[in-house]
């Protein structure tokens, strides 16, 4: 069964971290871009973070910048989302998702697997 799984959410303070981890499972993600998006109540879901399966081009949405950092370690089939200096507006549920091809897709293109979900809030 081909999936993926997302762990490390949480609930932290305003400024404070947390890292979450995508694993694959049935599947190998070396030729897989993943990107993490998240959904806030209310909103619509919003793309954050995507890298190219050599991990050689990352793309970040403008808010995140400076604060998040996406990485991957292809032989441990996982990708991570380092989060730092966590704001109150990044409170969301976040999930990663996997499509085959090399390079980060244009915004809203379709991916081929999505996680579950895990769930992030940030308090002020």
């Known amino acids: 069964q081909l999936q993926l799984v997302e762990s490390g959410g949480g609930l932290v303070q305003l400024g404070g971290s947390l890292r979450l981890s995508c694993v694959a499972s049935?599947?190998?993600?070396?030729?897989?871009?993943i990107g993490w998006f998240r959904q806030a109540p209310g909103k619509e879901r919003e793309g954050v973070s995507c890298i190219s399966s050599s991990g050689g081009s990352i793309k970040y949405v403008d808010s995140v910048k400076g604060r998040f950092t996406i990485s991957r370690d292809n032989a441990k089939n996982t990708v991570y989302l380092q989060m730092n200096s966590l704001r109150p507006e990044d409170t969301a549920v976040y999930y990663c998702?996997?499509?085959?091809?090399?390079?980060?897709?244009?915004?809203?293109?379709?991916?081929?697997?999505w996680g579950q979900g895990t769930q992030v809030t940030v308090s002020s």
């Open positions: 998702a996997a499509v085959r091809r090399g390079s980060c897709p244009p915004l809203k293109s379709p991916y081929d697997y």
């Open positions: 049935g599947f190998t993600l070396n030729y897989y871009v």
